[in-house]
């Protein structure tokens, strides 16, 4: 794993997106996996500025989302989708069509896991962006996941609703279930970047770096990898310095 270490949240965002950049560069039609959470919102800011700046174009790019909560649909703004929107894909010329993610109102949510997962095997992604949960989760990959899975239907742990209520008016409002891609589909990446920042994500990433590669930590598979960059800042790099 190819470690970077930056000051601060501004440098993990800009050295986040060099690596980005040269994926969109030197292939404009290709497919980028994405993240949302808090920590991938400065790239995405990057992304913005130098489509607007340089005109890089977005126009045959494709994308695929790695989770959406149960229950919610693009007009919640809690949702995925619309967080997607709102930070990334409004402000640049992506063709909405190209842009994919779960169906978190699909009443069949087995049918709806088999469309996704189909799609992802059509859709290598070229570069996975990942952010990390405080107890090791990627995505929506809680720990017990087997390294094996695909695109299911989860249960959130108490502590991943708990980190995520900030973001809701009240913890009652988190859902309690959600689509993920499994383990497999993110290894299946031809590139990984995973971001961390703040102190409360130090125990994760040494899970992740240091420790032993367990379905506890499911991020720790990442160790098998043969192109994973980590950009942290100093405080989520506390523990493996
Ligand atoms: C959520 C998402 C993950 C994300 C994690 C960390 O649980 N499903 O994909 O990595 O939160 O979020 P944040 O970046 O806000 O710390």
New binding site residues.
Partial sequence: MKIIVAKNYEEMSARAFEVMAEVVKTNPQAVLGL?????PLGLYRNMIEDHKKNGTSYKQIKTVN??EYAGLDENSDQSYVYFMRKNLFDSLDIDRKNTNIEDGTASDRKAECARYNALLHELQQDIQV????SNG????NEPGTPFGSETHVVDLTES?IK??SRLFKNIDEVPRQAFTMGLKNIMNAKKILILANGENKAQAVYGLVKGEVTENVPASVLQLHPDCTLVCDEAAARLIL
């Fill in positions: 993240a949302t959470g808090s920590t790695l989770d990942l952010g990390i949960g989760h990627i995505a929506f991943t980190d995520n």
